[in-house]
């Protein structure tokens, strides 16, 4: 089974209005991290946000917004007020296992923000 | 200026030349591990060390070895490379976690290989 699922390979949203990425994941394990990464087209991997598997309050930064459900498995990544900059693959990962070893991605989702 | 660098950025070899990719990080971190970027797949881990002579296999590591010897260097080692490993590579780093809690990886800028 896929650890970090991305079901939404691509998307578009309108400048200045929100959008929501979605990923579910897979762990038995009760201390888990959950991140996000962005990607723009030049290729490095820039770190976003991170949730704790015990955190109770959803992680926020800046205009980045994680919604943690955990008895879904899920944690979306929400941006506020999109900007042409945004525009790059987000990808969802994981970190389990014993001292967080094992880091697991997603598949990743392309977003494309129109002017 | 904190930051994991990564050499070489680009290279392009033949089927069985054995390559190595250097990776440093200035942080201090306990925990490196290399992933590749293949499209549809995202990142996958390759290797993770989690302290100096302490390495351990992540979900791809066929046709790989790594090693650490210093704790700021994690080399990729590619005995017999093959075209199946024509990929981008990225090394990572960070503290190791403490209970509760997990910290976020910095990545290198990358590597693109292409094996011939």
């Known amino acids: 089974a896929q650890k970090i699922t991305q079901t939404q390979p691509g998307m578009f949203v309108q400048e200045k209005e929100a959008v929501t990425l979605d990923c579910t994941y897979d762990?038995?394990?009760?201390?888990?991290?959950l991140f996000w990464y962005k990607q723009p087209s030049s290729g490095e991997m820039i770190f976003l946000i991170y949730?704790?598997?015990?955190?109770?309050q959803n992680a926020t930064e800046g205009r980045y917004s994680l919604n943690f459900q955990k008895a879904r498995k899920s944690a979306n990544l929400v941006i506020s007020a999109s900007q042409l900059g945004d525009s790059a693959m987000y990808f969802c990962?994981?970190?389990?296992?014993?001292?967080?070893?094992?880091?697991?991605f997603g598949s990743g989702t392309k977003l494309n923000v129109k002017p | 200026e904190a930051q994991v660098t990564q050499n070489p950025r680009y290279l392009i070899t033949v089927t069985g030349k054995k390559l190595t990719v250097t990776c440093s990080q200035n942080?201090?971190?306990?925990?490196m591990s290399w992933y590749r970027q293949d499209p549809g797949l995202g990142l996958r881990q390759i290797y993770y060390?989690?302290?100096?002579?302490?390495?351990d296999k992540g979900d791809v590591p066929e046709g790989y070895k790594v090693s650490r010897k210093e704790k700021r260097n994690f080399p990729l080692i590619l005995e017999s490379p093959s075209p199946n490993q024509t990929s981008l590579y990225f090394c990572?780093?960070?503290?190791?976690?403490?209970?509760?809690?997990?910290?976020?990886?910095?990545f290198g800028p990358g590597t693109r290989l292409t094996v011939t």
């Open positions: 949730q704790g598997s015990y955190d109770e």
């Open positions: 060390s989690m302290n100096v002579e302490v390495t």
């Open positions: 990962a994981m970190r389990e296992g014993y001292n967080f070893n094992k880091f697991y």
């Open positions: 762990t038995s394990d009760q201390s888990y991290g």
């Open positions: 990572a780093s960070s503290f190791l976690a403490l209970a509760g809690g997990a910290y976020e990886q910095y």
């Open positions: 942080m201090n971190h306990e925990y």
